[in-house]
């Protein structure tokens, strides 16, 4: 049987040495290459010193089980006590002369906690990472072909110039990858949890789960012919991703991959694709989206200002079995609100999510299979030429939606010939479809109270304002899960990802 190690090695650039054990305070570790060197084991700690620097990657090397995982957290010493999980978090500092800055490959039962991670080269570099955890035949498969429990919490990733193109591997913020192509011996990602992180500044994509060499030889070119348990032993499974911030990525915020029911919630995307920005025909991305997942759940997300590409939406049902989107929030994106895409997209709902102010087209679409639209708002400011659909078809029955165009009124091709309506309401539309009800303002209830917050956020200026509506917005977020309301995007904000999202809702009363 496996021996639980429980010892704590802790590292402190400053007063640690290499030559120590690494196993006290005074007996600290100075750089990462002491780390680098070291076999760990279930229920080890590596405690990273708050507040200072690390220069190089860190490979991380050894497992834990089941109930005893590996950990690393931060520590600070106060009055003699070790005070763990406290203070500024360490930096890892890749420098861009590693490929990936933390990388985990071929082992499992890891938590990482509390660390700041940078990547920076001189010159952007096609496979540059933040935090890589990958997997390939070399992998024991002791744990039945599956590599589990590796948890990402509370971690920063930010400035990190992989290639600005590149999308299919890993190549930016986070990154979980398969890289064997033996579909005979499977090897899948299980009980993943990313939560509480924040991703800024990366190229290409702030957070991709799932990514795998086997992937079109396990999943074939026909979705439709999925059935649940024949598929499940091939997809990854307990995928969860929730409560991250990413902000101002090159292309795609986040995108679970080959994915088993995962699901994607509480999370924020601000500004994605801004490596398209005045130059929308470089790249095809959306903000939150999934490829190739078996009914994934995305809700209480956040989206908005993802910059006009060739696609450009909020969100995108893209080549997956059964997506279901509920209680997001979309605005602002310039590419529009949702893409469903093309004949893989089978059996997709989008439902109770609102999309405000939304540019060029709220959906587009290709689908083949009919995709259902139920209980959203959509609402069209007076200032924006948005239409309703792309000049591309595919069939949508649209039930109980609500479509509010303030000002002068539009007129609309509904696609009547693919598209089915019943019990929707409209508002600013001067063409209807056979249903067409006049829409209550009191239907937008919700809608105007989203409006009156961003409409509050160009009214702080100073730090002091800043910091007292930052602890005011978090306690309203907190009373409203507390009392069983949805909040959209984060339950809680950092200060640092309160006033980016302020600074970047401001550019838009300008």
Not at 126 to 141: K, L
Not at 152 to 161: A, K, P
Not at 166 to 175: A, E, P, R, S, T
Request: with cysteine.
């Amino acid at each position: 049987m496996e021996n639980i190690s429980n010892t704590t090695y802790y590292v402190d650039c400053q007063v640690g040495n290499d030559a120590s054990s690494g196993m006290a305070v005074d007996q600290a570790w100075q750089s990462v290459e002491a780390i680098n060197s070291k076999v760990f084991c279930p229920g080890d700690r590596i405690l990273f010193h708050e507040g200072q620097t690390f220069k190089g990657g860190l490979k991380l090397h050894g497992s834990g089980k089941e109930g005893a995982p590996v950990v690393i957290d931060s520590y600070r010493v106060e009055a003699g006590t070790v005070k763990i999980g406290e203070g500024t978090k360490p930096i890892i500092e890749g420098q861009g002369k590693v490929l990936y800055a933390v990388h985990l490959h071929n082992e499992a039962f890891w938590e990482i906690n509390r660390l700041e991670v940078t990547n920076q080269g001189e010159t952007p570099l096609e496979g540059r990472t933040g935090i890589m955890v990958s997997a390939d035949e070399a992998f024991d498969q002791i744990h039945g072909g599956t590599v589990e429990h590796i948890y990402l919490n509370d971690v920063f990733v930010r400035d990190v110039n992989g290639h600005p193109e590149i999308k299919d591997q890993h190549n930016g913020g986070i990154f979980y990858c398969i890289n064997s192509e033996d579909v005979a011996r499977p090897l899948i990602f299980k009980d993943i949890v990313i939560e509480n992180c924040h991703v800024k500044n990366v190229h290409r994509t702030g957070i991709s789960v799932g990514g795998t060499k086997c992937g079109s030889k396990i999943v074939g070119d026909d979705l439709s012919i999925w059935k649940s348990e024949e598929i499940k032993g091939y997809l990854h499974q307990d995928i969860i991703i929730r409560n991250n911030y990413i902000e101002c990525v090159g292309g795609d915020a986040l995108v679970p991959m080959y994915s088993y029911k995962p699901l994607i919630e509480h999370n924020t995307s601000q500004e994605a694709s801004i490596d398209t920005k005045g130059q929308p025909n470089l790249m095809y991305n959306a903000a939150i989206w999934p490829w190739q997942c078996y009914e994934a759940v995305f809700q209480y997300n956040e989206a908005f200002r993802t910059y006009l590409n060739g696609d450009g939406q909020a969100y995108d049902c893209d080549w997956s079995f059964g997506t279901l989107y509920q209680y997001n929030y979309s605005h602002d994106n310039q590419g529009g609100f949702m893409l469903v895409c093309q004949k893989n997209a089978i059996q997709s709902k989008i439902q109770n999510n609102i999309s405000y102010n939304d540019q060029r087209c709220i959906f587009m679409t290709s689908n083949v299979q009919p995709a259902y639209v139920e209980n959203n708002i959509v609402y069209i400011g007076k200032h924006l030429e948005t239409t309703l659909f792309s000049p591309d078809k595919g069939p949508i029955v649209f039930e109980n939606n609500v479509f509010y165009k303030e000002g002068e009124s539009i007129v609309v091709d509904w696609h009547e010939e693919e598209n089915s309506y019943d019990g929707n309401y409209y508002k600013g539309f001067e063409k209807l479809p056979e249903d067409g009800k006049e829409a209550a303002l009191i239907q937008l209830e919700e809608l105007v109270e989203l409006a009156d917050l961003q409409a509050q956020l160009g009214s702080e200026r100073d730090e002091e304002a800043l910091h007292k509506a930052w602890q005011e917005e978090n306690e309203r977020r907190r009373l409203k899960l507390e009392n069983g309301t949805h909040v959209y995007g984060c339950k809680q904000y950092t200060f640092e990802q309160y006033k980016a999202y302020v600074e970047s809702n401001r550019e838009l009363l300008k």
